[in-house]
């Protein structure tokens, strides 16, 4: 599986950005996409899942009712529309997508694609 982001940036506070995921590879045996992300200094944080599975979403508290996750399963791409965006929203993000092999899962990531947001 590989995974490139695109739509990184930089954006005024209050903006708003779209991500893009472009996966390829083995597709099928996937059961979770979502976007990560990383700040300088701290862990990666989970902003936004998919389940594959049920078609179920998970959202990070702190993004909840600005960001939106979706995926085209036709383009195999995924989005992360980012609204109302902070400066505590500056990050580099990262694409993720879980697979299923029989025995357990794995574990996918894009390069990242950065966003800082000013104030």
């Known amino acids: 599986v590989q995974l490139v982001e695109s739509g990184g940036g930089l954006v005024q506070a209050g903006g708003s950005l779209r991500l893009s995921c472009a996966a390829s590879?083995?597709?099928?045996?996937?059961?979770?996409v979502g976007w990560y992300r990383q700040a300088p200094g701290t862990q990666r944080e989970l902003v936004a899942q998919?389940?594959?599975?049920?078609?179920?979403?998970n959202y990070g508290d702190s993004v909840k009712g600005r960001f939106t996750i979706s995926r085209d399963n036709a383009k195999n791409t995924m989005y992360l529309q980012m609204n109302s965006l902070n400066p505590e929203d500056t990050a580099v993000y990262y694409c993720?997508?879980?697979?299923?092999?029989?025995?357990?899962?794995?574990?996918?990531w894009g390069q990242g694609t950065p966003v800082t947001v000013s104030s």
């Open positions: 998919i389940s594959i599975i049920d078609g179920s979403t």
């Open positions: 993720n997508e879980v697979t299923w092999d029989g025995t357990g899962y794995r574990n996918y």
């Open positions: 590879g083995d597709t099928f045996s996937i059961h979770f």
